[in-house]
T-cell receptor, first 116, second 111 residues
Framework: NAGVTQTPKFRVLKTGQSMTLLCAQD?????MYWYRQDPGMGLRLIHY???????AKGEVPDGYNVSRLKKQNFLLGLESAAPSQTSVYFC???????????????FGAGSRLTVL | GIQVEQSPPDLILQEGANSTLRCNFS?????LQWFHQNPWGQLINLFY???GTKQNGRLSATTVATERYSLLYISSSQTTDSGVYFC?????????????FGPGTSLSVIP
């Protein structure tokens, strides 16, 4: 049982290049989230999804797009990377809102992105 | 949207000391979780605690949802407790479905 898997783990981009980060979960969770973590700023929500085919904006959505074509996958795209997007990106999933019992947010290991 | 604050931002403890970390939130929430991020960046859930008190070994947490705060207690701290502690809330109303994190408390436990 792998939980939440993020690929790639590391990536270096040049300004203006595009790329996609993949998040895959095998727990049949409904909710999925993308966060970025910068030094001293905690985790900020970029986009999230409440189910297959749905996406919504979080706190810092500008410069990113997402898709959830399959329930198990949540993709984060950067169309034209900028140095300000240098960060560590975390994906997380949640079983469902209103679920009985503990409903714990489960994280991937993170993806470190550097934009030169 | 909902605002989450944590205090103190930084904390240095001698091994064996006790500490209390606080999380305040600006609106009613449906759930609250505490996480520990270890020095390797891994995020581990400590508590799922929408209300009440829970204990797990040397750690315990209390959430008073009506007063919009939660506390994380660390007793007899060890060097392995070092890292960053985050609280995260599941919002209500316009913040429903979002899970918002506080800025964290960075803890260093020295031998």
């Amino acid at each position: 049982n792998a939980g939440v898997t993020q690929t790639p783990k590391f990536r270096v981009l040049k300004t203006g290049q595009s790329m996609t980060l993949l998040c895959a979960q095998d727990m049949n969770h409904e909710y999925m989230y993308w966060y970025r973590q910068d030094p001293g700023m905690g985790l900020r929500l970029i986009h999230y999804s409440v189910g297959e085919g749905t996406t919504a904006k979080g706190e810092v959505p500008d410069g990113y797009n997402v898709s959830r074509l399959k329930k198990q996958n949540f993709l984060l795209g950067l169309e034209s990377a900028a140095p300000s997007q240098t960060s560590v990106y975390f994906c997380a999933s949640l079983r469902e809102r209103g679920a009985s019992g503990a409903n714990v947010l489960t994280f991937g290991a993170g993806s470190r992105l550097t934009v030169l | 949207g909902i605002q989450v604050e944590q205090s103190p931002p930084d904390l240095i403890l001698q091994e064996g000391a006790n500490s209390t970390l606080r999380c305040n939130f600006s609106d009613s929430v449906n759930n609250l979780q505490w996480f520990h991020q270890n020095p390797w960046g891994q995020l581990i859930n400590l508590f799922y605690i929408p209300s009440g008190t829970k204990q797990n070994g040397r750690l315990s947490a209390t959430t008073v949802a009506t007063e919009r705060y939660s506390l994380l207690y660390i007793s007899s701290s060890q060097t392995t407790d070092s890292g960053v502690y985050f609280c995260a809330v599941e919002g209500s109303g316009t913040s429903y479905d979002k899970v918002i994190f506080g800025p964290g408390t960075s803890l260093s436990v020295i031998p």
